[in-house]
């Protein structure tokens, strides 16, 4: 997951820094850092991506057109 991913999984849940903080175990300003591009620890990016699949999203690799996100069908979005 990279900074674009993040932005584009929380508008997509509607969910703001502090939700997927909340929700991740981290702190908003962590979730700020990854969004900002800044090198976190793999175990921090782990947590915070389990946290936005429990939500619903499915992340894309990289395929030719970039990473990206997606939600899941089984996904209310919520």
Do not use: Y
């Not at 508008?11 to 903080?21: C, E, N, Q, V």
């Not at 981290?26 to 900002?36: F, G, K, Y």
């Not at 782990?46 to 899941?72: K, Q």
């Amino acid at each position: 997951m990279n900074s674009v991913q993040c932005k584009m999984a929380r508008a997509a849940l509607g969910w703001g820094t502090r939700d997927i903080a909340r929700k991740s175990g981290v702190s908003p300003d962590t979730i700020a850092r990854l969004e900002r591009g800044e090198q976190l620890k793999s175990s921090t990016i782990d947590a915070i991506r389990r946290a936005f699949e429990a939500g619903g999203v499915e992340f894309i690799p990289e395929n030719g057109g970039g990473p990206g996100v997606r939600l899941s069908s089984l996904s209310g979005g919520n």
